[in-house]
């Protein structure tokens, strides 16, 4: 039995099993057990969700501004403590998890207002006499299944406009990181939605995860993780005619040109490749360096990561926190050894580092001398482990950016108004960074990606309403 229970149509529910969530800074530190469902949670959750559609959907959008609001009010007051929560159970660093807590706030401001702003048209028809008005509907019940690197955020910017566009929701959350998310739950629970509006069901995706993919109650999935999970999503949706966004992987470019602050340019791709613990879809994991500063660019970056301070996430003064499990870890280890078979030049990092508290510390790493076709920079590895690519000019580079199966983010260090306007246009990513580091995005603008990357309509910002609202037009006659 355990203290954290799932929430389903407005109750706090017990289930037969929990799981332990362990703190990757402190494998000693167990965070709580939490509640693990099985079918009839995840039935019951969705049932709930159903039968709440309807009332919730013509409710009015001045009850969902004011419980919207009250969510983001309330995490932005409790921020520090749920940074702390979410630095212990995922490992991010803390300023760097309180900094996703007050983003998760803004996030459900964001759509407080969205709720008063639903779009609509009214144009006139090619008919006398008639009228055409399009408007935006909810879709009805819609599961969002998250992933772990961002336990607050990436629920956040499902679960708020999904309620703010007048949908019901079931919420299940990665197996890693039930904390932030229970937490988000309780909070949601006490804002004043209608029973069954929105559920949280704890547990494995395989099984879980699985029986909202295939419910026919669940008119839509969100969904963020793996490349291999969204295929079973994709498949399972589009067989039965739900709809689904997925947001998968990246292998972000970060381009350096000769041209570029070089001192920004390598602070860009520290940021980008290593904070966060490189566990970020976002992150710069190929380093496309012009032939002319490469060297220069390398020494510079390596002394850079080489003084990194690796520890505990809650402990003052870390810049990099453990790798989020043993599982991720051995990934880790496993893309070291492929790139050195590979022929690629380790250039430091990739050991197990000790630390006072036992947990997954990793040296990051980082390699030069690599090909773009190397399997280190084709798959996506999602620890603290970049590659650095040669590139003869710009050219080559784009070329270079461009030849991945995915298409998330891709950044250029330059000081030419030319070539950055020329990447911005020839990139084939869903977002373009210039002199910024390739992750790191704002919580109202989209995010999304092309390629592999992504599915669907872009998340966050306004453009969340082409995935949460359905289109209807109506014609009326005199
Ligand atoms: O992902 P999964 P995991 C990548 C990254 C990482 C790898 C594995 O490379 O090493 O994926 O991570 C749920 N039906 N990314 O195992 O399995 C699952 O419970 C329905 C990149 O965590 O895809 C969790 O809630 N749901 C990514 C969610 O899917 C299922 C971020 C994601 O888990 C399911 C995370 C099923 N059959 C991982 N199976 C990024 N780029 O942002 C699992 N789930």
Redesign the pocket.
């Known amino acids: 039995m355990s203290a954290f229970n799932h929430y389903i149509d407005g109750e706090w529910v017990s289930s037969a099993g929990a799981a332990r969530n362990i703190n990757p800074s402190d494998t000693d530190d167990v965070i709580g057990e939490y509640a693990q469902a099985g079918r009839a949670e995840a039935e019951a959750a969705i049932a709930a969700a159903a039968q709440a559609s309807g009332a919730w959907r013509a409710g009015g959008v001045q009850r969902r501004f004011d419980c919207l609001d009250f969510i983001g009010s309330e995490i932005l007051a409790r921020k520090d403590e749920l940074g702390r929560l979410l630095a212990r159970e995922e490992g991010k660093t803390l300023p760097e998890a309180t900094g996703e807590v007050v983003r998760a706030g803004q996030i459900f401001k964001f759509f407080a207002g969205e709720a008063l702003r639903i779009p609509g048209d009214a144009t006139a028809s090619v008919r006398p006499g008639v009228d055409v008005e399009v408007t935006r509907e909810p879709v009805g019940v819609v599961a969002a299944?998250?992933?772990?690197?961002f336990p607050i955020a990436i629920p956040a910017w499902k679960i708020a406009p999904a309620l703010a566009y007048g949908n019901t929701v079931v919420f299940?959350?990665?197996?890693?990181v039930p904390g932030s998310a229970w937490a988000l739950s309780e909070i949601i629970a006490r804002s004043g939605l209608p029973a069954g509006v929105f559920n949280l069901v704890m547990g494995?995706?395989?099984e879980v995860?699985?029986i909202?993919?295939d419910d026919p109650r669940v008119d839509a999935v969100s969904?963020?993780?793996?490349v291999?999970?969204g295929a079973?999503?994709a498949a399972a949706c589009s067989g039965r005619g739900a709809r689904f966004q997925l947001?998968?992987?990246?292998k972000n470019p970060l381009v350096v040109l000769a041209d570029a602050d070089m001192d920004a340019a390598v602070a860009c791709a520290l940021n980008g490749a290593f904070f966060s613990t490189g566990q970020r879809?976002t992150a710069s994991s190929r380093l496309i360096v012009e032939t002319s500063v490469h060297d220069q660019f390398v020494e510079a970056l390596t002394s850079r990561v080489k003084a990194l301070r690796v520890g505990h996430a809650l402990a003052e003064g870390t810049e990099i926190g453990p790798v989020v499990d043993q599982g991720?870890f051995d990934?880790n280890r496993r893309y070291l050894d492929i790139g050195k078979e590979e022929g690629a030049a380790l250039v430091c990092g990739g050991e197990r580092l000790e630390r006072d508290t036992p947990g997954f510390y990793m040296a990051p790493a980082l390699f030069a001398g690599t090909g773009n076709h190397m399997r280190i920079n084709q798959e996506?590895i999602?620890g603290p482990v970049a590659a650095v690519i040669a590139a003869a000019d710009l050219d080559e580079a784009v070329a270079i950016a461009n030849d991945t199966p995915f298409g998330l983010s891709a950044g250029i260090c330059t000081t030419s108004l030319k070539s950055a306007a020329r990447f911005k246009r020839e990139s084939r990513a869903g977002m373009v960074m210039v002199n910024l580091p390739t992750a790191g995005v704002d919580y109202h603008a989209p995010f999304g990606g092309t390629k592999a990357s992504s599915q669907g309509p872009r998340e966050q910002g306004r453009y969340a309403a082409e995935f949460y609202t359905t289109v209807k037009t109506a014609y009326v006659g005199a």
Do not use: D, H, Y
């Open positions: 299944i998250t992933p772990w690197n299940k959350p990665a197996e890693l494995e995706g395989r995860g699985q909202l993919l969904f963020t993780g793996s291999g999970t079973r999503v947001e998968m992987g990246g879809c991720q990934k996506e999602f």
